[in-house]
């Protein structure tokens, strides 16, 4: 089993910045985040492999960015100029080296004024 430790979420104005952060008991093949807003389906936000390749949701370009630090199993999400349209429960998403995936227990964000 793996344990994911979520933080960072809360609320914020429009125009805003906030850092989402993961850390894994143990280290992972690929790390990231998706997201789900009320009465829509979960959706890929970015995600960031053990050897740095990344990919982003067309929605978050150049205003998020996903990073990690292999030493602590860590993945960070650092996200900018945030729309009222990013309001949801962050899901940090984790895939081990056998492909196995798991799940955090999410973290609210807001964007409001």
């Known amino acids: 089993q793996v344990q994911l430790v979520e933080s960072g979420g809360g609320l914020v104005q429009p125009g805003g910045s906030l850092k989402l952060s993961c850390a894994a008991s143990?280290?992972?093949?690929?790390m990231g985040w998706y997201r789900q807003a009320p009465g829509k389906q979960r959706e890929l936000v970015a995600t960031?492999?053990?050897?740095?390749?990344?990919n982003y949701a067309d929605s978050v370009k150049e205003r998020f960015t996903i990073s990690r630090d292999n030493a602590k199993n860590t993945v960070y999400l650092q996200m900018n100029s945030l729309k009222p349209e990013d309001t949801a429960v962050y899901y940090c998403n984790v895939v081990d080296f056998g492909r196995s995936a798991y799940w955090g227990q999410g973290t609210q964000v807001t964007v409001s004024s």
């Open positions: 143990r280290s992972m093949f690929s």
């Open positions: 960031i492999r053990n050897f740095g390749i990344t």
